[in-house]
C-alpha cells in the first residue's frame, strides 16, 4: 500500500502568519491533488499538479511538486480565518499502462487560523 | 445542478442491523467511489465504479457491497453493521478515472458529496 504522510497533522496559527504543509511518499505519482474540507461538508479540490517541478498559485496558497514527483507542499502566506479547515493530498500512483489507479489521500492537516 | 447527493446524512444502528447508504449525481459522470474517513487515517476507498456496470474492492471492501444503479446512482450497503463501522461515509465522482490521459495531461477531479455520518452501537 503506498502511503502519502502529511505534516504537521495539526497547527494553529493567528491571522496573518504564513504557514507550509508538507505530503511526502515513498512512492512515485502521476499527479497530486490538494483539497480542503470544512466541518460538516465533503473534500473540495484546490489544484492539481502533475510535473515535477511544478508550482501552481491560488491567490494566497502556493502548490508546488517534488522533482521527482513523491512530495508536495502546500504554502499559504497571510493566513486568514477562512483558509481553516482539513488539508488532504491525494497521489495517483505511477503504473506502467492507462488502467485504472486508485487515488491515495493523505492523513490530512488540519489547520485552525484565529482572528 | 446539484452535485453529488447522499442520504442519509447521519444514521445510528445497532450491531448486526443493515442499510444502504445512497448516492446519486447530476453530472454525467463515468466513475463513482464510496470512501470511508475516521480520525488521523484519512480517506480510505471501500469500492469503486470506473463506468457504468463495473465494480471493483478498494482498500477496505470487508463488511460492504456496492451496486451501480445507472451512470447516475451508486449505493453502499452494510449487511450486519459492526461498531467498527462507525465512519463518515463519503460518496465521489469523477468524469473519467485516476491514471487516464486526457489530451498529454493526466488530470481529473473527484467531486464529493456532503458524507454520511454513521454510528454503529
Redesign the interface.
Known amino acids: 500500500?503506498q502511503l502519502?504522510e502529511q505534516s504537521p497533522?495539526f497547527l494553529s496559527i493567528q491571522e496573518g502568519e504564513n504557514l507550509t504543509v508538507y505530503c511526502n511518499s515513498s512512492s512515485v505519482f502521476?499527479?497530486l491533488?490538494w483539497y480542503r474540507q470544512e466541518p460538516?461538508?465533503?473534500?473540495?479540490?484546490l489544484v492539481?499538479v502533475?510535473t515535477g517541478g511544478e508550482v501552481k498559485k491560488l491567490k494566497r496558497l502556493t502548490f508546488q511538486f517534488g522533482d521527482a514527483r513523491k512530495d508536495s507542499s502546500l504554502h499559504i502566506t497571510a493566513a486568514q480565518p477562512g483558509d481553516t479547515g482539513l488539508y488532504?493530498c491525494?497521489g495517483?500512483?505511477r503504473?506502467k499502462n492507462?488502467?485504472?489507479?486508485?487515488?491515495v489521500?493523505?492523513?490530512?492537516t488540519r489547520l485552525l487560523v484565529s482572528p | 445542478n446539484a452535485g453529488?447527493t447522499q442520504t442519509p446524512k447521519f444514521q445510528v444502528l445497532k450491531t448486526g442491523q443493515s442499510m444502504t447508504l445512497q448516492c446519486a449525481q447530476d453530472m454525467n459522470h463515468n466513475s463513482m467511489y464510496w470512501?470511508r474517513q475516521d480520525p488521523?487515517?484519512?480517506?480510505?476507498?471501500i469500492y469503486?465504479s470506473?463506468s457504468e456496470g463495473t465494480t471493483?474492492k478498494?482498500?477496505v471492501p470487508n463488511g460492504y457491497n456496492v451496486s451501480r444503479l445507472n451512470k447516475r446512482e451508486f449505493s453502499l450497503r452494510l449487511e450486519s453493521a459492526a461498531p467498527s463501522q462507525t465512519s463518515v461515509y463519503?460518496c465521489?465522482s469523477s468524469e473519467f478515472?485516476?491514471?487516464?490521459?486526457l489530451a498529454g495531461?493526466?488530470?481529473?477531479?473527484?467531486?464529493?458529496?456532503?458524507?454520511t455520518r454513521l454510528t454503529v452501537t
Open positions: 500500500t502519502l497533522q502521476s499527479s491533488q460538516g461538508e465533503g473534500p473540495v479540490l492539481t502533475v488532504l491525494a495517483a500512483p503504473a492507462t488502467g485504472f489507479q486508485k487515488l489521500f493523505g492523513t490530512g | 453529488v470512501y488521523g487515517m484519512g480517506l480510505r476507498l469503486y470506473a471493483d478498494g482498500e463519503f465521489a478515472p485516476p491514471g487516464q490521459v495531461v493526466s488530470d481529473y477531479e473527484q467531486y464529493f458529496g456532503p458524507g
